[in-house]
């Protein structure tokens, strides 16, 4: 441990790094099981979108419930 750059002591110290390693290890399951399902090359298909930025599933949305009265 350097004294310019402390290590994080604990999980809650570098939660950005843990989220994305989790969503990591998601996305590897993930793909090993489309591979098993659909086959290798529609999974790669799926990979080579991801890579150009696109998304295959619907896009997001968001919508607020509103209240009778209009508040």
Do not use: A
């Amino acid at each position: 441990m350097t004294e310019n750059n402390p290590e994080p002591q604990n999980l809650e110290d570098n939660l950005p790094m843990v989220n994305y390693i989790m969503l990591h290890r998601i996305y590897d399951l993930l793909t090993i099981i489309s591979n098993k399902i659909v086959g290798g090359e529609d999974t790669q298909k799926m990979i080579q979108y991801h890579e150009q930025g696109f998304l295959l599933g619907p896009t997001p949305s968001y919508s607020v419930e509103e209240n009778k009265d209009g508040e």
